[in-house]
């Protein structure tokens, strides 16, 4: 089942003290362009998994508020390392935009996995992943809080 | 809490105490002057108080932009909460002791300067401090650091590097020392890693508001917010009063006793607008250097600790090689500060560490004041001292971290600030090298007590609040003792 991405989820948020950063619906519309290249990052080093466009819009977009993708020739760049066998490998060498790609591979992966319910559904690629909100208190996933 | 805002009914009255700020200098000082008479007590404090939920709904420390009260020719931010609890509320509860040896840098190895206290001499105020403020830490490290009271609190759960490296060298790798709860006590949540520690959303680290308010409801204690200390007024060799400004009002109130906790920037410039200046007074400002390096794990996930800096590791910190260059310390980090790993299956192999090294104090990098009196920073960046510390850390690195599965270190980049401005009226036993004296009092003002890293001798690589706490209790303990004779 492809679970739609409510207005209510994306402004109020989740339960369970998980508070959604404000998300208006033209916001996100206006990142799926540059959405393309985040897709084909994410897939790439997650691995497959299955996510309705509107929830992936809406990681890309809490991304993007903090560190927009680049545009312009940069992008093209990005773009075009993403889309040729062994160009993301061609540009991890060079100094700049290697460093820079890597910087938004690791930012996207991160939004992804704190954002999401991958972790919750354990990566099995059968499972369909939602935009769960950005959290605030507890929020790492990976903490073992078992009291002492 | 008693608080006054009426600077009519201020001006002019006389106060047994009268303390200036309510951060961790002069809140610890306070604390423990109760417990002796202390009589009539005044604390002014410049900015508001702003409770747990404000800052959590402003995402701020303070309405008072820190920035706006200070200038520099150099682009170096000093980080700051000016505001009641000051430091408390801004600070990420990083709580290790400074190492015996840092209190003895020219007697051991030829630079810097010696403390006029020892590790000894402060080890109960230590234990006092951590108390106060719940610390949780790892009993281990007794064996760098001796102690004599347990920590009140249970250390952090470790994450996996931090339990690895732990075994393999159990006199070097410590779970971090901290004030963020460990078990939920006295009102504060229990730390649940939301790594976010300047704005808590748990309220789970120590704060004044959320563990000391107590001491402020004293009915010996007037407290006045909005009150930013203007001047002292001083003869010979004492101070008589503090001039402060209240809702656009000088008011000034008379004193038996003065003691200064602005921080290690604003301290020193209330002296020298009142012409209580010094050769040293505003000289050495400092702090210790830092950089965010990461190793690559094979196989080994990390990020499994219960709070965000999980593991102290001290193997690169003392020896001979002081002479040369800075002691380092290596916080083990369990938070992603550079990104998750992008590599599939394999996000959590990753190692995000700061690596800190000490400073050595230099004269030139000092406070002094403009023509209005607003505070400037002269600052000429860090020295070499520190650098060879850095990079001859960054080389040894790979023999230290040889416990865990490496495949790769990589330096990411230098940090902008440790947030730990330090030693602008130093501590010391010589009034030629120093501003005030092992008991904490002004060389030549025998009725004022400063308090707050200000008063530092050397730079540690550790963080120094716990320190500030420790040293003010420790202060007021030598003053009570002092009257009693
Ligand atoms: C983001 C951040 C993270 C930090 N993390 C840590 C950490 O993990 N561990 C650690 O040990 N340290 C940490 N620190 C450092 C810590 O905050 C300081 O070491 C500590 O606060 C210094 O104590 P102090 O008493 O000298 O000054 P403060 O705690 O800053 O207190 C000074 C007080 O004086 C008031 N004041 C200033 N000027 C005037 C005036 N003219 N009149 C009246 N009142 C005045 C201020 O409002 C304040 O209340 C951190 C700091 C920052 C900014
Ligand atoms: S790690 Fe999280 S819960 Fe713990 S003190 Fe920091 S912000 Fe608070």
Redesign the interface.
Same mark, same amino acid.
């Given at each position: 089942m492809k679970s739609e991405l409510s207005r209510r989820g994306l402004v109020v948020g989740a339960v369970g003290g998980v508070a959604v950063v404000g998300l208006g619906v033209s916001a996100v519309v206006a990142s799926v362009r540059s959405g393309d290249v985040a897709r084909a990052i994410l897939h790439?080093?997650?691995?497959p998994f299955r996510m309705a466009d509107t929830h992936l819009d809406a990681v890309i977009y809490v991304f993007e508020r903090r560190e927009p993708l680049p545009n312009g020739w940069k992008g093209a760049l990005l773009r075009l390392a993403e889309a040729i066998p062994g160009g993301v490998a061609a540009l991890a060498k060079a100094p700049g935009p290697g460093k820079r790609h890597?910087?938004i591979?690791?930012?996207l992966?991160?939004t992804f996995?704190m954002t999401t319910n991958y972790l919750e559904e354990g990566g099995v690629p059968a499972a369909e992943i939602v935009f769960t909100g950005v959290r605030?208190?507890?929020?790492?996933p990976?903490?073992?809080?078992? &009291? &002492? | 809490m008693a608080l006054e805002t009426d600077p009519a009914r201020l001006a002019g009255e006389h106060f047994d105490v009268v303390i200036v700020g309510t951060g961790f200098g002069s809140a610890f000082f306070l604390h423990r002057l109760l417990r002796e008479n202390g009589g009539r007590i005044l604390v002014l404090e410049w900015g508001q108080r702003h409770d747990h939920q404000w800052q959590m709904e402003n995402e701020a420390n303070s309405a008072l932009p820190h920035q706006d009260t200070y200038r520099s020719q150099n682009p170096k931010p000093w980080n700051y909460t000016i505001g009641f609890g000051g430091g408390t509320n801004c600070w990420f509860a990083q709580t290790p002791r400074f190492h015996p040896s840092d209190f003895r840098l020219k007697s051991l190895y030829g630079v810097g300067a010696d403390w006029p206290i020892s590790y000894d001499d402060l080890e109960p105020y230590y234990g006092q401090a951590e108390s106060i403020m719940s610390v949780s830490g790892d009993p281990d490290m007794a064996a760098v650091m001796p102690r004599s009271t347990p920590f009140p609190q &249970?250390?952090h !759960?470790p994450t996996t590097p931090d339990r690895a490296m732990k075994a393999a060298r159990p006199s070097e790798h410590f779970i971090m020392p901290t004030a963020r709860a460990?078990?939920a006590a006295n009102g504060r949540g229990?730390c649940?890693?939301?790594?976010?520690c300047q704005l808590c959303?748990?309220d789970a680290k120590f704060t004044i508001n959320n563990g000391m308010t107590d001491i402020f409801d004293d009915p010996r204690v007037t407290l006045v917010l909005g009150a930013q200390v203007r001047t002292l007024e001083a003869d010979a060799s004492s101070v008589s009063s503090a001039v402060f400004d209240l809702d656009g009002k000088d008011v000034a109130v008379t004193g038996d006793l003065f003691v200064l906790g602005a921080n290690a920037i604003q301290s020193p410039a209330i002296l020298k607008r009142s012409a209580m200046d010094g050769p040293l007074v505003g000289r050495g400002l400092h702090e210790s250097y830092g950089t965010y390096v990461e190793a690559m794990l094979d196989g080994m996930?990390n990020?499994?600790?219960?709070t965000i800096t999980t593991g102290l590791n001290f193997g690169l910190y003392d020896g001979a090689f002081r002479s040369d260059y800075g002691a380092a310390l290596v916080y083990f980090e369990?938070?992603?500060t !550079?990104?998750?790993?992008?590599?599939?299956?394999r !996000?959590?192999q990753i190692l995000p560490m700061m690596i800190v090294t000490e400073e050595l104090v230099n004269d030139d990098d000092r406070v002094e004041i403009d023509e209005d009196g607003v505070a400037r920073v002269h600052y000429g960046g860090p020295s070499s001292y520190t650098k060879k510390g850095q990079s001859e850390a960054l080389a040894k690195l790979p023999k230290l971290l040889e416990p865990l599965p490496v495949e790769d270190i990589q330096f990411r980049r230098e940090r902008p600030t440790e947030s730990h401005l330090q030693g602008t009226l130093r501590m010391g036993a010589d009034p030629a090298s120093s501003v005030i004296d092992a008991d904490m009092i002004h060389h030549r003002y025998r009725n004022l007590v400063v308090v707050g890293s200000s008063t530092f001798t050397t730079c540690s690589c550790a963080n120094p609040s716990l320190t500030v706490a420790a040293l003010s209790m420790r202060a007021a303990d030598r003053l009570a003792s002092r009257s009693r004779a």
């Open positions: 790439r080093v997650v691995g890597e910087e591979e690791r930012g992966l991160t996995m605030d208190a507890c929020s790492s990976f903490a073992v809080l078992t &009291p &002492p | &249970p250390a !759960h460990r078990v229990a649940c890693a939301s790594l976010r959303p748990a996930d990020f499994d600790g219960s369990n938070r992603w !550079h990104g998750l790993r992008a590599e599939r299956g !996000h959590r």
